[in-house]
């Protein structure tokens, strides 16, 4: 049963990690437009000085800068631990096939988002960080549709930690079942005991 209890727990910090990067990542974004919008007195005069366009192209880049790193960071942390999750199921539990397919299924999107989508979406980031959101690029609904295909993977993780620790949580009840039927059948009056 432990073993359960802290197989939920690492999926459940897991899952809270995600979305708070998701959360924070999209404030950092937000407090861009904030800081052009209402800037402090010294910051006010050069972005009077730079333009608030290129201002705000200049604090977007920074920002994704950042939200870049996190993100590769978190997928490294997530490509560790998933694999040590995966074996931990396989060699320190006696889950069933289904839970393990469930841990290599998140080892293999987490593999394919750092691998994969992540730097090419990094890539054409940066090729847009300077380019003005009014001018037409042929690299806009590329970095869409890969945006999209990252947010997809985030939420099959999602869909996959949960699933797995709804199997793990159900299979911990259908055994607690299991078990109260064995100790009824010892108590039956039918029984003959060693005793007796």
């Given at each position: 049963?432990?073993s359960?209890?802290?197989?939920?727990?690492?999926?459940?910090m897991?899952?809270?990690a995600?979305l708070?990067l998701?959360?924070?990542?999209?404030?950092n974004?937000?407090?861009?437009?904030r800081?052009i919008?209402?800037?402090?007195?010294?910051?006010?005069i050069?972005?009077?000085k730079?333009?608030?366009?290129?201002?705000?192209m200049?604090?977007?880049?920074?920002?994704?800068e950042?939200n870049?790193?996190?993100?590769e960071?978190?997928?490294?942390?997530?490509?560790?631990?998933?694999l040590?999750?995966?074996?931990?199921l396989l060699?320190?539990?006696?889950?069933?096939?289904?839970a393990?397919a469930?841990?290599l299924?998140?080892?293999?999107?987490?593999?394919?988002?750092?691998?994969?989508v992540t730097?090419e979406?990094?890539g054409l980031?940066r090729l847009?960080d300077?380019?003005?959101e009014s001018?037409?690029s042929?690299?806009r609904?590329r970095?869409?549709?890969?945006?999209?295909?990252y947010?997809?993977?985030d939420?099959?993780k999602?869909?996959?930690q949960?699933g797995?620790?709804?199997?793990?949580?159900s299979r911990?009840?259908?055994?607690s079942g299991?078990?109260?039927?064995?100790?009824?059948?010892?108590d039956?009056?039918?029984?003959?005991?060693?005793?007796?």
């Amino acid at each position: 049963m432990r073993s359960r209890g802290f197989t939920c727990l690492i999926l459940g910090m897991w899952l809270a990690a995600g979305l708070f990067l998701e959360i924070v990542a999209a404030a950092n974004l937000r407090a861009v437009d904030r800081a052009i919008r209402d800037p402090q007195p010294s910051a006010a005069i050069r972005i009077l000085k730079l333009g608030a366009a290129d201002s705000r192209m200049l604090l977007r880049y920074q920002t994704a800068e950042q939200n870049r790193a996190a993100f590769e960071t978190w997928e490294n942390v997530q490509l560790l631990g998933s694999l040590l999750f995966f074996f931990y199921l396989l060699f320190a539990t006696t889950e069933d096939k289904s839970a393990l397919a469930l841990a290599l299924l998140l080892v293999l999107l987490v593999a394919l988002q750092r691998f994969l989508v992540t730097p090419e979406l990094n890539g054409l980031g940066r090729l847009l960080d300077f380019v003005p959101e009014s001018t037409p690029s042929p690299f806009r609904s590329r970095f869409g549709v890969l945006g999209y295909t990252y947010l997809g993977m985030d939420i099959g993780k999602g869909v996959a930690q949960l699933g797995l620790a709804a199997l793990v949580m159900s299979r911990s009840r259908r055994r607690s079942g299991n078990s109260w039927r064995k100790v009824n059948v010892i108590d039956k009056p039918d029984d003959r005991h060693v005793n007796g």
